[in-house]
């Protein structure tokens, strides 16, 4: 999936904001705008989140046991909660 190799790019963009490493220390990633890092850090959770509801649907449509299941509120939330944390 695109979402994991995305969110894994912007992760590193986001842990290494301000990081310096070398002699003379130079830093990683440089900022180019305020508020990089609350928006890099958003993107990163947007991401996240759209590869779970990504493995949410794969379920849905390859399994009728679990399409029947997840006509429910809570059982849909709790599978939602289950792939993003998976």
Known sequence: FEGIASTM???????????KIGH??????KLKFRG????????????????????MELDYCTSRAIAKRMRSWPYETVHVLF???E
Do not use: K, M, Q
């Not at 003379?24 to 990633?29: F, W």
């Not at 990089?36 to 779970?52: D, K, P, R």
């Open 24 to 29: 003379p220390p130079e830093a990683i990633t």
């Open 36 to 55: 990089e890092g609350v928006i890099v850090g958003a993107l990163g959770i947007i991401c996240f989140l759209s590869t779970g509801l990504g493995l």
């Open 83 to 85: 792939r993003t944390c």
């Open 9 to 19: 790019v912007l992760l590193y963009a986001f842990w290494s904001l301000g990081v």
